[in-house]
């Protein structure tokens, strides 16, 4: 079997393949097709290889499981946000990049052993991955196939104002680099609209994090624009 379907509709993959569901109710007959995936294992590290530069984590920040949405963060903040996120009160770190540095909230949060993707690594991710939007232990998002060596992540979607998750709704998932467009806007890989790419956007929205294993050790103090003091690398 490839899925089951209960007394109220719900189906369940129980095996990989594609499945017909059809549905009779007096003369009206429908039918769906149901694509069921396994979804790859994942090291007991939390981090994925998808045979690019850097390892992707499985999870995103805050979350235990890929399909949980975790803590919103505004970029640059290292306190989760509740809601959409306000421009009242934040403001913008005076770096261009905050990846692997005091300013970046899964750095600080996992002992300098993750950090933000750059803009360069999410775009890496984009143009060496396949994108769909599936359904995965109940939420929808982004399923991310790699081309390089078929392994998967899975971004869980952003809800809109209504608190809906569908490929319309806008978001996405900060990377530490910050635009050259106007004031306080930072890359972002939108995850909405049923697309995966990088777009610019407000850095005081709340977004969720999702990070890359970082090659560094030690503290990284950005002191001013395009300046970075390091501190005890080894």
Known sequence: NIAVVDEYGNVTGVG?????????????????TVKVVKFPDVA??????????????????????????GDRYQWGGLTPVEGDGSA??????????ISATVYDAIYTNTNN??????????????????????????????????????????FPG???????????????????????G??????????????????EMNGYYALPLRGVESSLTGIFQPVAEGVITVYDVK
């Open 88 to 97: 009242d009160g934040w403001q913008s770190p005076e770096t261009n990049e």
């Open 44 to 69: 007991a590290d939390g981090l994925v290889d998808m045979g690019l530069s850097v390892k992707w984590m499985s999870c995103n920040l805050g979350a235990d499981n890929p399909w949980e949405l």
């Open 158 to 180: 952003i809800p809109d104002y209504k608190k809906n998750v569908t490929p319309q709704a806008m978001g996405g998932y900060f990377s530490g680099s910050k635009s050259n």
């Open 16 to 32: 990989e393949g594609d499945a017909v569901i059809s549905l009779t109710l007096g003369d009206v007959k429908s039918s769906v």
């Open 182 to 199: 106007p004031s306080g806007r930072v890359y972002v890989c939108q995850t909405g609209n049923g697309v995966f790419y990088q777009v």
């Open 113 to 154: 052993t993750r950090c933000l993707p750059t803009r360069t690594e999410f775009q890496e991710l984009v143009n060496n991955c396949d994108r769909e939007w599936v359904t995965y232990h109940g939420v929808k998002g982004n399923l991310v196939t790699s081309r390089k060596n078929g392994a998967a992540l899975f």
